[in-house]
């Protein structure tokens, strides 16, 4: 199968740098996937998960805040805020976090501090998503 450089790059780290066969990304309008010899793009990373094959067929996944993903001419960058293995997930750290953003929303904000809770709340949702753990 035809693979393509694909880098993987959170605030923290560069998650994962080198070839993929396809990787799939969760978008504005759902999820989406990136193939070998892609047409050019950008577009906008969602909080998620993101997985990709790497070659040999090994599926690897990232839980991921948003973000940006550029392809072009069979290289694709994906930059978020954060990005992690499910096996690294404190789930009970991304507990607390779930219910201080919910109290947060329950507070008067300004709109720009409203966005911000909204984000960490998506954020804390997806880590116990994708750590096994249920959400309260």
């Known amino acids: 199968m035809n693979t393509f450089s ?6 923290n ?7 993929c066969e396809i990787v799939i990304f969760p978008g504005y309008d759902g999820e989406m996937a ?4 892609h047409e050019q793009m950008t577009a906008s990373v969602e909080t998620g998960e993101i997985r990709f094959r790497i070659p040999g067929g090994t599926w690897l ?17 994906i930059l978020v805020y954060s990005a992690e293995k ?5 789930a009970f750290r991304a507990e607390a976090a779930l219910e201080r953003a919910k109290e947060q929303l ?12 909204r984000a960490s709340l998506s954020r804390a949702m997806a880590r116990l ?3 096994g753990r249920e959400i309260h």
């Open 6 to 11: 694909l880098k993987i790059t959170a605030c």
């Open 129 to 131: 998503k994708y750590s």
């Open 86 to 90: 499910p096996e690294e997930i404190d």
């Open 61 to 77: 996944e990232a839980i991921n805040s948003m973000g940006l993903i550029t392809v072009d001419h069979n290289k694709v960058d």
């Open 34 to 37: 990136v193939m070998a010899n």
């Open 13 to 19: 780290r560069v998650f994962y740098d080198g070839e």
């Open 106 to 117: 329950q507070e008067k904000q300004s709109i720009m501090e409203y966005h911000i809770s």
